[in-house]
């Protein structure tokens, strides 16, 4: 099994930073990538940020230039950088991993940006 921990959501004014961190642990054998999506209220759950074992990112439109997605492969940890925060950037984000065709989720953290 493996498991998922994410850490970093809160309460931020718009324009402040957070940062997203996701630890993975228990049986990984092969990452083939991580990533977080977000779901906000009455919406569908979303993309947000996408690194590959090589290093090869994907970034939905709306967090261009602001977010950054990084991974740290000897810790099996991926974290996203949240910068220039804006109030429809208010959403649970959950983090994802996949591996050897299997995807693996975590319970999500909160994320609320104020006017």
């Known amino acids: 099994q493996v498991q998922l921990a994410e850490s970093g959501g809160g309460l931020v004014q718009a324009g402040g930073s957070l940062r997203l961190s996701c630890a993975a642990s228990?049986?990984?054998?092969?990452?083939?990538?991580m990533g977080w999506y977000r779901q906000a209220p009455g919406k569908q759950r979303e993309l947000v940020a996408e690194?590959?074992?090589?290093?090869?990112?994907t970034y939905t439109e709306s967090v261009k230039g602001r977010f950054t997605i990084s991974r740290a492969n000897a810790k099996n940890t991926v974290y996203l950088q949240m910068n220039s925060l804006k109030p429809e950037d208010t959403a649970v984000y959950y983090c994802?991993?996949?591996?050897?065709?299997?995807?693996?989720w975590g319970r999500g953290t909160q994320v609320t940006v104020s006017s």
């Open positions: 690194i590959t074992s090589g290093g090869m990112t």
């Open positions: 228990g049986r990984i054998s092969s990452i083939n990538a």
């Open positions: 994802k991993l996949g591996t050897l065709g299997l995807s693996y």
